[in-house]
């Protein structure tokens, strides 16, 4: 009889990981009072203000502007900051695709660098290597919540005067030598989409300590209108992309649960980094005692296939999700380099591309090969999504053991 459940046997687990969202009546009410209220647009209530002021001040940030998705908070932190036609734009391959159009919506031009392989964030040394004469701003990506080398990233923006935009999209409360992410460097960008790990459905904010960076991504996110001007007087080319009251109100009631659930994910991660220590062919990321929080949005594993009677990594999940790991997956299948819009250059801006026409030397996303971003995408990067992490330790032992069935048995693994 077979013993994997891919094969026929009895799955490891037989009950789901806890769904996502969470929500109670709390967010019921919260939504409930603003339409009762009848100010449902952020510039008549309060509940957008105060979710503002109340994010800023959990992330150590002294501004807090929300937007209507994380996308545009890394678009409209950029402008902000200074980036605009033309300008390069260092950032890693290994991304969700949002973090390259940002720049391409403004006429900007992306510029990948390579990955360390064993914290899936961008490789300093690499991103140095790439700078140019037209190097304006460097993009660390804070995946999966793990901070990027905040120091190095820092150290190398102070040396050739860039501006550093954190894509903090994953990484509500994650920390960097104590201090949180997302306006350690000038601005930085945050994603409250339906995945993310406190959520309204969609909805974004920048985050800065820097007061002109501050105003001008308000102006921008309010149809270019300033603080001290006239109702119908518009100073920047901006664009209405504030956040309703009812996502607001959503919002600062999922905040509010939010430390407990950031607990909650972290010391799960500790415990399944723990047990998949012990595993020959899975590894999880390099520790570094300067992140001293993870929010964990994704936990991230490597996977080896000599371990596993070489059966590709794909392979190995659909194994996993048999045995009732459900919310496994392989991440990113192609680095934002390899995606077609990126291959094709169908960029939309104008053709040829915006920057073609000020850039002297516009890149060929088509030569572009980052040996160890390729490697995540392709053949090694296993992710486990935070809502897994929010289970009991039964749930993250069972991840475990179900790695260990499909090792113990692995003659039952072949690719199909």
Request: aromatic share 8%; net charge negative; charged share 20%.
């Amino acid at each position: 009889m077979a013993n994997l459940a891919i094969a026929g046997g009895d799955p490891q687990r037989h009950h789901p990981y806890p769904s996502w969202p969470i929500w109670t009546q709390a967010e019921v009410d919260a939504v409930q009072a603003v339409v009762t209220s009848g100010r449902w647009i952020s510039l008549q209530g309060t509940e957008v203000q105060n979710f503002e002021n109340e994010f800023a001040a959990y992330h150590d940030a002294v501004y807090g502007i929300a937007v209507v998705n994380g996308t545009v908070a890394l678009k409209l932190a950029l402008t902000a900051a200074g980036v605009g036609v033309g300008d390069e734009v260092l950032m890693p391959g290994y991304t969700f695709v949002a973090t390259a159009t940002a720049a391409l919506e403004i006429g900007a031009v992306p510029v990948f660098a390579d990955i360390d392989p064993e914290t899936y964030t961008i490789d300093p040394v690499h991103a140095a290597a790439l700078i140019t004469p037209r190097t304006r701003a460097i993009v660390p990506v804070h995946l999966g919540g793990r901070p990027a080398d905040m120091d190095a990233i820092l150290d190398l923006a102070r040396e050739h005067d860039l501006a550093v935009i954190e894509d903090a999209a994953q990484a509500w409360g994650s920390a960097w030598n104590g201090a949180k992410v997302g306006a350690l460097g000038q601005i930085g960008g945050i994603s409250f989409q339906a995945s993310k790990n406190i959520t309204a459905g969609e909805g974004g904010m920048m985050l800065t300590n820097d007061p002109a960076i501050g105003d001008m991504a308000r102006s921008l996110s309010n149809c270019g209108r300033q603080a001290d001007g006239l109702w119908y007087a518009h100073y920047v080319l901006g664009g209405n992309y504030r956040l309703s009251e009812f996502q607001g109100a959503v919002l600062r009631v999922q905040l509010q649960r939010y430390p407990e659930h950031l607990e909650r994910r972290q010391a799960n991660a500790a415990y399944l980094e723990r047990g998949l220590a012990e595993i020959d062919g899975i590894s999880t990321m390099r520790p570094d005692p300067r992140v001293t929080a993870n929010a964990y949005h994704l936990f991230f594993m490597r996977y080896d296939a000599d371990a596993f009677g070489r059966i590709s990594k794909h392979r190995f999940i659909r194994a996993l999700q048999a045995e009732g790991i459900q919310g496994v997956s392989g991440g990113y299948s192609l680095p934002v380099y390899r995606q077609p819009v990126m291959q094709a250059e169908n960029f939309g801006l104008s053709t040829p591309p915006l920057f073609h026409g000020v850039h002297p030397n516009p890149p060929d996303y088509r030569q572009v090969a980052l040996p160890a971003t390729d490697r995540a995408c392709d053949d090694e990067a296993v992710w486990l999504r935070q809502s897994m992490l929010l289970g009991d330790r039964q749930d993250m032992y069972d991840i475990i053991e179900a790695i260990l069935k499909l090792q113990r048995y692995r003659d039952e693994l072949q690719d199909e």
